[in-house]
């Protein structure tokens, strides 16, 4: 009897577990440059990593600013265009949308539309160092 309730208990579980959904991953994006073509180095020694959500009103704009060390971004919702203003390059990235920051060039990102624009980034730089250097006016 005792058996018998054993492997009804194992049947079950087993059963149950093979009732679950089987997690999926799905790669996204795969980047090995920044958005200026810079290949990705990582700064050498300890380093920490720095997880940030921005959020951009509809119709704002962040200040001029720049990144010494890599950035990697994440559109949440909104629209927004990054101006690279040592390339003059522009883009236009929409909620889904990834991109890495150009490292030691002066950029700004505004708001396109009506609204507002939500951003996480991921920073990776030794500790203590800034991760973004905004331009004096």
């Known amino acids: 009897m005792i058996r018998?309730?054993?492997?009804l208990a194992a049947l079950v579980t087993a059963s149950a577990a093979a009732a679950?959904?089987?997690?999926?991953?799905?790669?996204?994006?795969?980047?090995?440059?920044?958005?200026?073509?810079?290949p990705i180095v990582m700064p050498a020694g300890p380093l920490r990593v720095t997880v940030s959500e921005t959020l951009i009103p509809a119709h704002g704009a962040l200040p001029v600013h720049k990144h010494p060390y890599p950035r990697y971004v994440y559109v949440l919702a909104g629209r927004v265009r990054v101006t690279n203003l040592v390339t003059g390059q522009a883009a236009e990235l929409k909620a889904g949308d990834m991109t890495i920051d150009p490292i030691d060039q002066w950029h700004?990102?505004?708001?396109?539309?009506?609204?507002?624009?939500?951003?996480?980034?991921?920073?990776?730089a030794p500790p203590g160092a800034p991760t973004t250097v905004r331009r004096e006016p």
Not at 4 to 7: D, M, N, P, R, V
Not at 20 to 38: C, E, F, H, R, Y
């Open 4 to 7: 018998a309730l054993a492997l």
């Open 20 to 38: 679950q959904p089987a997690a999926v991953t799905t790669p996204l994006k795969s980047l090995d440059a920044t958005s200026a073509g810079q």
């Open 108 to 124: 700004r990102a505004e708001a396109l539309g009506d609204e507002p624009v939500r951003l996480i980034a991921i920073d990776q």
